[in-house]
């Protein structure tokens, strides 16, 4: 691997990405400062963890940058369950969105276990 876009974790938290933006746009406006900044910062913290990691060079600082990462996807989950259970998002948005966070979650444990070994 040359870069960390050729990681397809990367390349998959980058989609989550766009997704989280779009959701968050029909949000109401009183939120810009809440939920809908809190969420897009956890979504951005993925792949921007991912590439600062990758990009330092030392195993070590890698791995705890992809924990990093890890963090920031346990924290957007519990937002897109609050906006979930808030009515700013449809159970077919959440499952939509938590099924691709959950398969990032996943690559980032494997790639986390992989390193450590």
Request: with cysteine; proline share 2%.
């Amino acid at each position: 691997m040359n870069s960390y876009k050729d990681l397809t974790v990367w390349q998959k938290s980058i989609d989550l990405c766009i997704i989280a933006y779009r959701i968050t746009e029909s949000f109401p406006k009183n939120e810009l400062y809440g939920l809908i900044s809190q969420i897009r910062r956890c979504t951005v913290a993925i792949p921007s963890n991912i590439a600062e990691g990758q990009r330092r060079g030392h195993k070590a600082e890698y791995i705890q940058f992809l924990r990093i990462s890890f963090g920031s996807g346990a924290e957007l989950e519990t937002q897109l369950f609050i906006a979930l259970k808030i009515g700013y998002i449809s159970q077919v948005e959440f499952d939509s969105v938590n099924n691709l966070l959950q398969e990032i979650m996943k690559m980032l444990n494997k790639l986390i276990n992989v390193l450590q070994k």
